[in-house]
């Protein structure tokens, strides 16, 4: 199915409109990349499509099903969400964290089919050594694993992951990105995530949505968002952009700022 958002907008006020007639679609087992500088609506939009903040006007659909209409329970059995920042973490062990993404479907009273579903997603992010560790004392790079691990137990349809990358090393960097990508081809999960890493949206997303000040600016197959003319206009420097791998790679040129 496609998640598809259409016309959507979003204001704080009258006088401060964040998103403007935004729209795009992502089929699962995408993934979709945001771009776009700093406070030009990112990580608002992901809120909009949550449900965590109501849009102005627009649409957004699942298939036939209205997300705006849906309770928050509902919306939790399709979307995941991982937001950007999560360094609040209350003092619980790992397994037990990560078991929080099975109480849209099961309460508190957890199944053994629950369980497994955990014990299987904490082995697929190397984390049972973790499992009886507290979240608030593992590195920046093991607690994103686990967050991530929460959004997977929830057993979506749809997760979205807001700079999922953001103060990682190159290694955990590349591990939550394959695992992501893996994860979205095997479980035919619709993956949308606000990345600043150009050349990492390039290996990993096969569509991109680039914004400039809220509005939709490019928007498409990742090779063909990914030029050196977009890059300029929105970012406002000058790259060299060249293919190898089988990817493009952003190259930024000195002296033009």
Known sequence: MELKIDNLSFSYSHEKIVLKDVSFAVDQGEVLGVLGTNGTGKTTLLKCINNILQPTVGDIYFGKEDITKLKQNQIAKI????????????????????????????????????????????????????????????????????????????????????EPTSSLDLYNQLFILEIIKEMGQKENLA????????????????????????????YGKTDNVLTEENIKTVYNVQTAVSIADGCKHIRLVRGNI
């Open 79 to 162: 979307i995941a969400y991982v937001p950007q920042y999560a360094n609040n973490l209350s003092p619980v062990t790992v397994i037990d964290f990560v078991m929080q993404g099975r109480i849209p479907y099961a309460g508190f009273s957890f199944s053994q089919h629950d369980k497994q579903i955990v014990l299987d997603v904490l082995q697929q992010f190397d984390l049972e050594n973790y499992a009886f560790r507290k979240v608030n004392e593992l590195s920046g790079g093991e607690r994103q694993r686990v967050l991530v691990a929460r959004a997977l137990a929830q057993d979506p349809k749809i997760i979205i992951l807001d």
């Open 191 to 218: 993956v949308i995530m606000t990345i600043h890493d150009l050349n990492l949206a390039s290996m990993f997303c096969d569509k991109l949505l680039m914004l400039k000040s809220g509005k939709v600016f490019a």
